[in-house]
């Protein structure tokens, strides 16, 4: 049978829509993909007997690891609060300085550049003592007022001059701790009624070293240094 001319064929059936592409997961992408890395390690692994090596990952520097630490910043912080409480202390107190005689004591000039005592002229014998048991030649002689008086000072110990004799004292010195604590005794704690005072080693109480003889302390201005000095009876 066949079709009659210009007739038009059979109308086709109509096709049904196409469902949409399906959406991928990216987290199923991930595992689908670290599966893959995984079987290519099985693979390598059975083909050369053993495990690739996997890349070390690189540690952080060291002195990254100091910057990000807390303790690092705090102990920073404690040392700077103890050098500013040092420089303070250094800057508004001050240290023994052989040349602050004429600042502190009140203008004393001369051959005197000895430190005025802040506690008087029990300060000033005490400070000789402490400074023999260190053998600190400087600060020592410059406590006497007059060359004459350094110089008969060592004469009694045999030296040349004072910082000899205070070296040939300090050889003698058998506990530095307890030398440099000179005790006086009560009569000589009185604030003095004149402005030249005589203290007699032998009325001190001194271990651990010599007794250094008599001082004449006479107070010049605000501070007290030693104008004459003699042997006592004592040693």
Known sequence: MTDEPGKDLAPRQPQPPQPPAPQVDPEQLRQFQEF???????????????????????????????????????????????????????????????GDIAQDSGGVTGPAQGLSAPAGLQGTVGMFYKHVSFADTTRACTLFLRDDTRQKFANAYGATDCAGAVKTLKAQVTSVDRYQQVMFPPDMLKTPTSTKVTIDSCALTVEGGPRLGSFVVEKINAGWVITDWSPSTCG
């Open 36 to 98: 893959q890395r995984f079987q290519e390690y099985q693979r390598y692994q059975e083909a050369t007997g053993q495990a690739p090596q996997v890349p070390k990952q690189q540690g952080k520097r060291w002195w990254l690891v100091v910057l990000g630490s807390r303790i690092f910043w705090r102990a920073l912080f404690f040392l700077l609060v103890v050098f500013s409480a040092m420089w303070a202390y250094n800057h508004f107190f001050g240290v023994d300085d052989p």
